[in-house]
């Protein structure tokens, strides 16, 4: 199982990697160019000190030939090498850059359904952080095992061309530094985990008490939490010492084998220039390979691992490139410019699990220009109405008609261009005021952005903000508060103005003397405007033509505040309950 | 960055062992090639096999003590390092601690969140590499020079014409790209920024129909990263062929010249050997050192970011009138009655605000007595009351508490002598009984229960089968908002102090138990001096005294009915409610 995804991812990656074809034959040709070159390098060297045998003995013809040649060499090693690297800069960064596109387009037309039921810092990883591993582990893959494997091969075959029993020498003492390496980081595993483990606590820790300091200083915490905080990062340090020391060793381990080659071909090396078998200079040319031969087997062990981890990373970015989007309009989808408003609800039934049921059989008719309202307690399907009319959501069966049109049939643009809508959750753009208040009608006036942000009342917490309406905000800034947030989102709407309009609790973190004024703005607004409005505080309601009172996905009451009271049913019994 | 290195101080014994074994360890490759030269020169020339195998022993020693050597220094320097990241950790967390809300808006949680953790991380592995590499390799680099010129110094010239030039390669490069590295981390967090954009504004942005634009606006970004990441590329994909051409070429003149002074009779082969094993030990010293500067460039990056938070100081200055000296003199009393609270003239502007969000704030709080805020939103009534407990200090006029201004008292007594309930109900991991300890470390439970009577909670913890030993999840998820909130009110209770202040803090709670909450804090025994802030009139309107907010200023106080008579704004929310 894992290892067919494993094959589906590395399939992926080899379709983005196709279309840089030519940077990929590039990339491999110039690494086995400067792979032949560098191991060639040595030989000569070794033929050089062989030119020069003893005092007065010194051979200065060839060995000026064998210089040039030497130095042709070497900066054609120089300039292959060069050039493999601008390639695979180019491989990796482009296919990243088109993986994170790809997977960012799929995540722009997902449906919401994914979308809610993952967390955003989930989603937010997989393209910015997987992508970004990936990119390092490939970037490695590709300049380290490629080379690593061919200079291993390419060192045996020019040893094995010098002399076979020295390079046995060095083949018999390699498993070992396999071994050594395997048993070290086979106990690193554990301690690493262990790391984490801890670390894990302390970042918890962290996020709770730093992430409430004020609580912390309301309480002059302080000392306590400081003292939980030491006992966590004594044990931490001491997993995290035995984690780096250990992870540590590898190197000398390694290293130290790697001295037992150079000791082993020194001797041996040394025993076949007496027999003449060999010259000084093979041997000194040996020498060099010995002191390289380890290093790709150590840098292979470290590219497997990356690669590995690479390819994880790959997978989780596929996986949310390959998530079902959701279904695209239909081929001749109309596109009205400005709709009336006539909503028909014609026996919708809708749930988000499919053995729980939410909305069944719901019907409902809008006169162009009504205003409706939703009251009923929470999770009784109010929000779920308003998703589907704005197609975040389609029903699962049943239709929606606006002007005698299915939803279906439109375009999506074309239904929510024709909706204004606020919802409880305020959301604000990295920008300035005016870009967030604008964000419907970017070409909007000056003029036309303080209208709307009066209208709302923002505009008088707006120019007392540092730079007015060009004070940049963030989404979590804490620089405005939640009811204020609330207010430039009615902006927005207030800018457009739109034929239809949906409030979900728009209106729920502002008081109830400025929601009274708002009310006279959206009443304006409103005017001939079908609306849907869902609110919690019944007095911002009570005006309505009809109010649908909702519970467990069914609407049981239905009129207005007038007729409903009279009747004494579930919503007498909300209204009243307020002045109890 | 300098300043980190006091928490690395404890570590001084480890930070000089480490590179010293290391060195050591360095000494001990460089010897290497010199024992090969005397096996090249005097075993083969002389025939000794007995001479090869005793050398050959010595390098298998050398191998030996070389492992010991570099081992010990791994573990110093993973102790210097994990030892010195904990200290910092540490002394981080107190700092944070010791900052005002000034402070923490201004940086920001999430902020300090990655200094503690991620910043921090990367600094040890920085500490841990530069104590192996960083003396090791240019140690090498200059052993193997200096090793040079005691086998000949006509050959050796070469090894001091290329080494300075490798040097300003090395380093130029890294100069150069290290502020590109930087902007490429920017692009990246550009990058990252927009996603998270789209994800939490999914529903806003496909409602406004801007899909396309996030698209564009993505694939701008997208491509600038890449662009800046190729750029990037160019230059540090320059070092390793530059480095390896340089010490080539050098090579080469190194042949040359001892190919001179070998048939001069200067230098035997086994010599010219062993300087050119020295020559390719600089090679791959210079290799990890290129490898080892980006790391090192990154930690330096987090170092600094550390040390900024570290330098940043909490702009509150601490009074010197303890809880202790309230004996002697007039102050705060803990545990009996009810302090006097009075404004005078007060005002408060933010950090970085246009203008004040509260001024000319002027009332008289009695001991014992209950005062309601009320206001619009954004008027300035939690602004307000946080500056009762020095969460915020005025810009202009004065609190004062029992008759001394707030500034003259310790703030760990100050607060301990005001419990406020904030908007947002924060509760711990932890048990219901820790988290109402918070309130009152030496609190029994019996003075628990009494305040989680008073606060409406008792019914939740008799339900719970644990009781007060019931384990509240962090951040308090296994609880509905009324709950937190009635355990946020209790918590706030038990310390039993002078002054309690409930900002906007019973919204969750339905019309009935705040209703009783409201008695039973009538009722307590302490008789505490009570702010209440809340938007809901019905909420304050039995106050001994109402202030009623507008834009920051006081727009009238009163009781209710005197400020249904007089006060326009106050008739205006109340009117909005009924």
């Known amino acids: ?580 | 960055m300098k300043e980190l290195l006091v928490y690395i101080k404890e570590y001084t014994k480890e930070c000089i062992l480490g590179p010293f074994f290391k060195l050591l360890e360095a000494c001990f490759d460089l010897a290497v090639p010199i024992v090969m030269a005397s096996v090249i020169d005097k075993g083969i020339a002389s025939g000794d096999k007995w001479y090869i195998f005793k050398y050959g022993g010595i390098l298998i020693l050398l191998a030996v003590i070389g492992l010991t050597c570099s081992v010990t220094a791994q573990f110093f320097a993973a102790r210097a390092a994990t030892g010195f990241a904990a200290n910092l950790r540490y002394a981080l967390f107190k700092h944070i601690e010791s900052l005002s809300f000034t402070e923490i808006d201004s940086i920001g949680t999430a902020t300090m969140i990655t200094r503690m953790t991620s910043d921090i991380n990367q600094l040890q592995s920085g500490v841990n590499m530069a104590l192996r590499l960083f003396l090791r390799s240019p140690f090498i680099v200059f052993g193997a020079a200096l090793m040079a010129f005691t086998i000949d110094v006509k050959a050796a010239v070469v090894f001091v014409v290329v080494i300075p030039l490798l040097a300003v390669v090395v380093f130029g490069i890294m100069l150069i790209s290290m502020p590109l590295f930087k902007k490429v981390q920017a692009r990246l967090d550009d990058v990252l920024g927009i996603t998270r954009q789209n994800l939490t504004g999914v529903r806003v942005i496909r409602a406004f129909n801007k899909e396309q634009a996030e698209l564009a606006n993505f694939a701008d970004s997208n491509e600038k990263l890449t662009a800046m990441q190729l750029f990037v590329g160019k230059i540090s994909a320059l070092a390793n062929p530059v480095t390896y051409v340089m010490v080539n070429i050098a090579l080469i003149v190194l042949l040359w010249t001892g190919g001179i002074q070998i048939n001069a009779g200067n230098l035997t082969q086994g010599e010219l050997v062993a300087l050119v094993n020295y020559m390719s030990q600089i090679l791959v010293e210079l290799v990890k050192l290129a490898n080892t500067i980006v790391l090192a460039t990154k930690a330096v990056a987090c170092g600094t970011r550390v040390q900024g938070i570290l330098s940043v100081n909490s702009s509150m200055q601490d009074g010197d009138y303890g809880i202790e000296d309230s004996a002697r003199k007039p102050g705060l009393q803990k545990k009996s009655g009810g302090a006097e609270v009075k404004f005078e003239h007060a005002g408060m502007k933010y950090k970085g605000a246009g203008a004040n969000s509260v001024s000319d704030i002027d009332f008289i709080a009695k001991p014992g007595s209950i005062t309601g805020i009320t206001g619009g939103t954004g008027s300035g009534k939690s602004t307000l009351v946080n500056l009762i407990p020095r969460f915020y200090d005025v810009s202009e006029g004065c609190i004062k508490l029992n008759g001394r201004d707030v500034r003259t008292y310790k703030l760990d007594a100050l607060r301990q002598s005001v419990g406020i309930v904030l908007q947002k109900s924060i509760l711990f991991h932890g048990t219901i009984r820790e988290n109402m300890l918070w309130g009152n470390k030496d609190a029994s439970d019996e003075e628990i229960t009494e305040a989680l009577k008073a606060a409406q909670a008792w019914e939740i913890v008799t339900g719970k089968e644990k009781g007060l030993d019931y384990v509240i999840e962090q951040g308090g998820r296994n609880l509905s908002g009324g709950q937190k909130q009635r355990f946020a009110i209790a918590r706030a209770l038990v310390r039993k102090p002078p002054v309690l202040i409930f900002d906007d803090s019973s919204s969750a709670l339905d019309f009935a138990t705040e209703s009783k909450l409201r008695k039973a804090l009538q009722e307590l025994s302490y008789n505490p001096t009570i702010f209440i802030v809340s938007q809901r009139t019905s909420s304050i309107q039995h106050a001994d005294n109402i202030l009623v907010l507008e834009d920051g200023e006081l727009a009238g106080q009163g009781t209710h009915e005197e400020l249904l008579k007089n006060c326009e704004v106050y008739r205006e929310i109340y009117n909005s409610q009924v």
């Open chain 1, 1 to 580: 199982m894992a290892k067919e995804r494993n094959n589906d991812t590395i399939k992926m990656v080899f379709k983005y990697i196709k279309k840089y074809k030519i940077s990929v034959v590039l990339s491999l040709f110039f690494a086995a160019v400067t792979v032949v070159l560098t191991l060639y390098l040595p030989i000569l060297t070794g033929d050089a000190v062989d030119y020069m045998a003893a005092k007065g003995r010194v051979d200065f013809e060839r060995l000026l030939q064998l210089i040039i040649k030497m130095a042709v060499i070497i900066c054609l090693t120089g300039i292959s090498q060069w050039i493999m690297n601008i390639c695979n800069n180019k491989i990796t960064y482009n296919i990243v850059r088109n993986i994170r596109e790809d997977a960012f387009n799929r995540m722009e037309i997902l449906p919401l359904k994914y979308l809610d039921a993952h967390a955003p810092g989930d989603i937010t990883s997989r393209i910015i952080a997987d992508a970004d591993q990936f990119a390092d582990g490939l970037l490695m893959g590709f300049t380290q095992a490629f080379t690593g494997i061919l200079s291993i091969i390419g060192t045996l075959l020019f040893m094995l061309s010098i002399n076979i029993w020295i390079t046995l020498v060095v083949v018999i003492v390699t498993p070992l530094s396999f071994f050594v390496a395997g048993f070290i980081s086979k106990r690193t595993y554990k301690m690493f985990q262990m790391q984490s483990a801890a670390r894990g606590k302390q970042t918890a820790l962290i996020d709770e008490m730093i992430g409430n300091q004020k609580v912390v200083q309301a309480y002059s915490h302080e000392d306590e939490a400081l003292e939980s905080f030491g006992e966590i990062n004594k044990k931490l340090s001491k997993y995290s010492l035995d984690a780096t020391f250990y992870s540590s060793i590898t190197n000398p381990a390694t290293r130290f084998v790697n001295n037992l080659v150079y000791a082993g071909v020194g001797v041996t090396g040394a025993l076949f220039v007496l027999n003449g078998f060999i010259t000084v200079g093979g041997l000194s040319c040996f020498l060099g390979y010995a002191g390289q031969y380890t290093k790709p087997f150590n840098e292979i062990s470290g590219v497997i691992t990356e690669l590995q981890n690479a390819l994880a990373c790959a997978a989780r970015v596929f996986e949310l490139a390959n998530e079902e989007p959701q279904v695209p309009d239909v081929k001749d989808a109309r596109t009205p410019e400005t709709l009336k408003g006539e909503v028909v609800f014609d026996n919708v039934h809708f749930s988000y699990v499919p053995d729980k049921k939410l909305i069944t059989g719901f019907n409902l008719h809008v006169k162009p220009g009504q205003r409706i309202a939703i009251a009923g307690p929470t999770g009784c399907g109010k929000t779920t109405l308003i998703n589907l009319v704005m197609r975040f959501y389609d029903p699962t069966s049943g239709s929606i008609k606006i002007d005698g049109t299915d939803i279906k049939d439109m375009t999506r643009k074309s239904l929510r261009n024709n909706i204004g809508m606020v919802l409880q959750e305020t959301w604000i753009k990295d920008g300035t005021i005016f870009d967030n208040i604008a964000i419907g009608k970017p070409e909007a006036s000056k003029e036309e952005v303080i209208k709307a942000a009066k209208a709302s009342h923002a505009h008088s917490f707006i120019k007392r903000l540092k730079d007015g309406y060009d004070t940049v905000v963030k989404e979590d800034g804490s620089s405005l508060s939640q009811g204020q947030k609330q207010l430039l989102c009615i902006a927005r709407v207030m800018l457009l103005s739109p034929p239809m309009l949906i409030l979900d609790e728009a209106t729920s973190s502002i008081d109830t003397r400025t929601e009274l004024k708002i009310q006279n703005a959206f009443a304006k607004l409103m005017e001939g405007r079908t609306s849907f409005i869902v609110a919690h505080r019944l007095s911002t309601i009570q005006n309505a033509d009809i109010i649908l009172v909702m519970k467990d996905g069914n609407i049981i009451e239905q009129g207005n505040h007038e007729s409903l009271l009279e009747k004494g049913g579930f919503y007498a019994n909300l209204y009243n309950s307020q002045f109890a």
